[in-house]
């Protein structure tokens, strides 16, 4: 028995090892005449057929030979379980040399010239040499470009943030005289971030982006959800969180049900038989979601617009300007508009913070054209800017002077706005480059980045960027990211996460991943010839800043 099982795996293994389909020649060349490989591999599949059965009828005649022969001694002598375990054994022979003929079948009938490649063969900038087709100018012409085109640009820079955050300070001390401390939310003093406070301003006009946290009334409170830890949130949901609003004991409708017991002829207006919350307006005041304790972004964007406004018709007279909103879609995108037709623009976002993290719930952004997934009104997206402002200014002291970081990033970000003007928006914007700055500082070493490096470094952060589209991932810097310094004061929910992947939605998407990718390329292609020409021709597209009005 032990010789004719022995047979039957060595027609298994044979079958195997000679299917010219299971182990092709890498190295054989392809004859010209297609129809005469396709007949010499019809016959050889025939005559491996012919083989395979005629060792089959001659296995099955030694096995039946031997069986004859040794089943009255093995009745006798063998234990009930042997026969079970022979036919659990024979059952997975049979198995086994199932699946290997259907695969094969299948393998052999698919159309071969298909699955030679895949569509991810014909992408551009696959090959081994990294950043194809970017030639990027020498550092004397990099340099020249900095100075002149974005570095002299930026000496507006604190003038306008000044303008800026005296006017939204005037404009929040009016809101805030207009609130009634008892039933409405109460606003904190706004905080800098993005590129104007972290000192890479590329777009223009200048634009300045302030967070407003604010804060319900009491005796309610906000209890944030984070969702980076929890695997049961979808991956297209992590990296945003749902705030409960509830009371400081802790019940989100105040309440004493739960804690009194009633009498049998009592019944409690808030709460059914069943413990299910009925609709309560004083939910609804606190900017919930219909029928939900949960804060609704839609419902926030509204109340702060109209507080804005309120606030603005009661301060108008002292300037000699109007103020319009900018973007509908963003709750706080506004527009100083001056008389002699030049306006500012600036984003004014309402926020909470979570717990007593630097971690804020952002209420409303604008829709990237990469993350097409609608989300629910109750989901918030969470921002790490001011973790990102606080890396920054904490990695720029441990840098030469001069150090070229900031400069790659306007570059890049230079580069990038031009592209889209041209060709459109697309899957990448500034918070991936920013994101890609932020592995490169944590990933060289501090004299890497000396200001006589800029042309090598702007290299290395195109190419990191080309890399992570290429495989179709960028890890957010902080969550997951345990090599991030502890110093930062990270919450351990978000340092144990697991990676949150930003290119995700490519892929989801392959459309846009296709644009994406072109237009990347494009970028590069064009990049020598755009830092050339601005180098020579600075264009005075951004509004020159007015004295600020007389506040009588």
């Not at 990294?130 to 030639?135: A, E, S």
């Not at 900095?146 to 005296?166: H, K, L, M, P, W």
């Not at 300070?169 to 609130?179: G, M």
């Not at 606030?311 to 100083?336: C, M, V």
Request: overall charge negative; aromatic content about 8%; proline content about 7%.
């Amino acid at each position: 028995m032990a010789v004719g099982l022995f047979r039957v795996c060595l027609v298994v293994v044979t079958a195997i090892i000679n299917h010219p389909l299971l182990f092709p020649r890498e190295n054989a060349t392809v004859p010209e005449n297609e129809e005469e490989i396709i007949r010499k591999m019809q016959e050889h599949h025939e005559k491996l057929q012919l083989e395979q059965l005629r060792l089959e009828e001659e296995v099955a005649r030694l096995a039946a030979e031997k069986e004859a022969l040794e089943q009255m001694v093995e009745e006798s002598q063998r234990p009930p379980e042997a026969h079970s375990a022979w036919d659990l054994w024979s059952t997975l022979c049979m198995i086994l040399f199932l699946i290997i003929e259907v695969w094969r079948q299948d393998y052999q009938d698919g159309p071969l010239p298909e699955c030679l490649g895949s569509d991810e063969d014909e992408l551009p900038g696959l090959g081994s040499t990294p950043l194809q087709g970017l030639t990027l100018p020498n550092k004397a012409t990099l340099g020249h470009f900095y100075e002149r085109c974005i570095r002299g640009s930026t000496a507006d820079v604190a003038r306008t943030r000044e303008f800026v955050e005296g006017f939204v300070d005037d404009l929040l001390e009016a809101l805030r005289s207009l609130c009634n401390r008892d039933t409405d939310m109460e606003l904190e003093d706004f905080i800098g971030v993005d590129s104007m406070y972290e000192n890479w301003p590329v777009d223009r006009p200048l634009v300045c982006h302030l967070f407003v946290p604010f804060t319900p009334p009491e005796p309610y409170c906000f209890y944030p959800e984070l969702w980076c830890s929890n695997s049961s949130v979808p991956l297209h949901r992590q990296g945003y969180g749902q705030i409960k609003v509830g009371r400081a004991d802790g019940d989100p409708l105040g309440c004493i049900c739960d804690k009194t017991k009633l009498g049998e002829d009592m019944l409690c207006l808030l709460h059914s038989k069943n413990s299910g919350a009925r609709p309560s307006r004083e939910m609804e005041d606190l900017l919930c979601a219909k029928e939900c304790p949960y804060l609704d972004t839609m419902q926030v964007m509204k109340w702060f617009q109209r507080a804005l406004t309120k606030a603005w018709h009661r301060i108008a007279h002292k300037y000699e300007f109007d103020l319009a909103f900018g973007q509908l879609n963003t709750p706080g995108s506004l527009k100083i508009k001056f008389r002699s037709g030049k306006f500012m623009p600036f984003n004014l976002t309402p926020v909470i913070q979570c717990d007593d993290s630097d971690l804020y719930f952002v209420s409303h952004l604008p829709r990237e054209p990469c993350s097409g997934i609608p989300i629910s009104s109750t989901e918030w997206l969470l921002s790490f800017a001011v973790y990102e402002r606080h890396f920054l200014r904490m990695t720029a002291k441990a840098l030469p002077e001069g150090a070229c970081h900031l400069s790659c990033l306007q570059i890049a970000s230079f580069l990038l706005s031009k592209q889209i003007r041209l060709t459109g928006p697309n899957g990448l914007n500034n918070y991936h480059l920013k994101t890609a700055l932020l592995h490169l500082l944590l990933s060289r070493s501090a004299n890497d980045w000396k200001a006589s490096q800029l042309d090598a470094r702007l290299h290395d952060l195109l190419c990191f960027l080309e890399k992570s589209l290429l495989e179709k991932k960028l890890h957010h810097f902080f969550v997951g990211n345990r090599k991030v310094p502890e110093a930062m004061g990270l919450p351990e929910a978000v340092r144990k996460a697991e990676p949150l992947n930003l290119f995700r939605p490519f892929v989801l998407q392959r459309n846009l991943y296709r644009t994406t990718l072109d237009s990347f390329y494009e970028m590069l292609k064009n990049a020598a010839t755009l830092i050339s020409e601005y180098s020579l021709h600075v264009p005075n597209d951004h509004a020159s800043l007015p004295p600020k009005a007389a506040i009588p």
